[in-house]
Structure formats: C-alpha cells, structure tokens
C-alpha cells in the first residue's frame, strides 16, 4: 500500500507551534507501521504526526478486528463486549434526559456504525438518524429501516435536538471544522454529547505504548480533558459536564494487555485500578463531554 503522510506543525487546540515527541506506536489493524504521536508543549493535545492524507485513511479501516463496524461475536474480549454494550445503551439515553431533553426529541448520532443505538434511541420513543462514512456498516444498518446519512454534509441544518457521537471525534481530521459543523446542524440550545478516550487515564499511562485507545494511525487525537473545553470553547459551545464510561477502562486495559502479550485478567484488574483511581481525578479511560449550542 502507498504510504502517503502530512506532518502537522501547528496545535489545532490552541495554534502552538512548539510540538514536541511523545510515544511511537504500532498499527495493530492493519499495516503494522510505526506511528509518531506528538504533543504540543502549551496544551498538551496529544496527534498522531505526521499522519496519513486524508484520502488514504480508509485503507486503514480495512481489519476483521474492527469490532464497531461489524457484528461478530468471536472472542472472548467480543462476547463481553456485545453484552457490555446495550446496558451501556440505557447509561447513554438516560443521561441525555437528565439534561431536561426527554423522548420523541429529534436525535442524530454520528458515527453509528450498524445502527445498534440509532436503534436502541427509536425503540424507546426518540426520533433517531444516523451517519455512518463506512458503507458496510451503513448498509447494515439501513437494514432495520433506519436513516443513515453518508456524511455530515448532506444533513440539513438546525435540524437536531441531540447529536450523539461515541468514539468518533477522535478520528476526525479538522477538528475546529467539524465542530463548527456539528454546531450548524443542532437546533437553538442544542446540545451535543461526545465521547472519547482520555489520553491521560491511568491505563493509558500504565500501557504507554501499547495502550489500545491510541490505535494509530485512525486515531488522529489523543485528547485529555482541558483540550476537549478548549475545543468547545473556541467552537462557541457551553460545556456543562463530564461523565465517565465506566465500562472503557476494562475493554481498552483488556485489549491492552492482550497487545502487550499480558493476560487478559491482569488488563480487567488494570481496568480496575484505573475506575477506582478515576473516583478522585475524575481521569477515566474514557470521557463523555455535554456541550451546549
Ligand atoms: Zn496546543
């Protein structure tokens, strides 16, 4: 495969120029190349750098070990996280109504792979669509006679409610971009609901290298919490809250391990650690960020 990189000389959290060398890492999807991630020096947003053209990153995606975007149940990691996931459905839908906006309420959730919390939402009485850039998955997903739109940009504007988007910020190429974007499809208080993994958790400093959530190069940022309020901020957002996901500490410290050639169990009593440690810092594996339009 033609490897065709751009190296990044600019922050796009905060536009520093002073970027420094923080870990390499190993593609564990699909080339097995070495990949530099840099950190800028006054905010410490954390890039992959340089990072594949835009143009090329799909071939990256091209793994059976890319569990989001198919349904397999092989595994035991799989198996816990399938039975893991629709309790997480429940955690997610009664957090957004505990920010007063309540079913029958116009939601679209980004990144929705095969539909599975598109689903979940319209079952419950919410009125979901979704997005999804991958065509397998979105074929899947059109299935249950949901709407999927291709991308972003043919939805129509100040049209939702809630925009939903679990694990995907991390993949997008222009950030300040995409959320002036996002922005532009929410309705008047809007509110937009983001999560991420957290580059400064405890597993992920135990891992360093071989964390799983870096997962470059289709993780392009590595965010910690004061860049994702920076980022609102600069997008004319009101971040209201952080909260946990409680399960991503034990599914990415499980994959971690087993990428370090460690046991499985030793990534659960990591997961562990890092959930308990997190009750006083509030650095979990994995963030969820309530911002309002
Ligand atoms: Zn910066």
Redesign the pocket.
């Known amino acids: 495969m033609e490897r065709r990189l751009e190296k990044i000389d600019c922050?796009q959290?905060?536009q520093?120029a002073d970027i420094k060398d923080f870990i390499s890492v190993i593609d564990h999807n699909y080339s097995g190349d070495v990949f530099n991630i840099s950190e800028?020096v006054?905010?410490g947003?954390r890039f992959t750098n340089p990072r594949p053209i835009e143009s090329t990153i799909g071939n990256y995606y091209k793994s059976e070990n890319y569990i989001s975007h198919n349904s397999t149940k092989k595994g035991l990691i799989n198996k816990i996280y399938h039975l893991v996931r629709n309790y997480q459905f429940k955690i997610k839908e009664s957090s957004i109504e505990k920010t007063k906006i309540t079913p029958g309420k116009k939601v679209l959730d980004v990144g929705c792979g095969t539909g599975n919390f598109v689903n979940h939402l319209n079952l419950h009485g919410w009125n979901a669509e979704g997005v999804e850039t991958d065509e397998k998955a979105r074929e899947i997903a059109q299935l249950s006679n949901i709407k999927v739109y291709k991308n972003i940009s043919l939805v129509d504007s100040e049209k939702y409610d809630v925009i939903t988007m679990w694990h995907v910020l991390e993949h997008v190429y222009n950030l300040n971009d995409y959320m002036q974007k996002l922005r532009s499809l929410l309705k008047k208080d809007g509110l937009l609901v983001i999560g991420v993994p957290n580059s400064n958790s405890y597993d992920a400093n135990i891992y360093k290298e071989n964390w799983y959530a870096y997962d470059a190069p289709i993780h392009v940022s590595h965010f910690r919490k004061s860049n994702m309020k920076l980022l609102a901020e600069k997008n004319k957002f009101k971040h209201t809250k952080t909260q946990k996901l409680f399960f991503d500490a034990f599914y990415i410290s499980m994959l971690s391990s087993k990428k370090s050639s460690k046991s499985i169990l030793l990534g659960f009593l990591i997961g562990l650690i890092s959930n308990a440690k997190a009750k006083k810092d509030g650095e979990y594996s994995s963030l969820i960020y309530y911002l309002f339009k």
Do not use: Q
């Open positions: 922050c959290i905060c520093g800028c006054s905010c947003y």
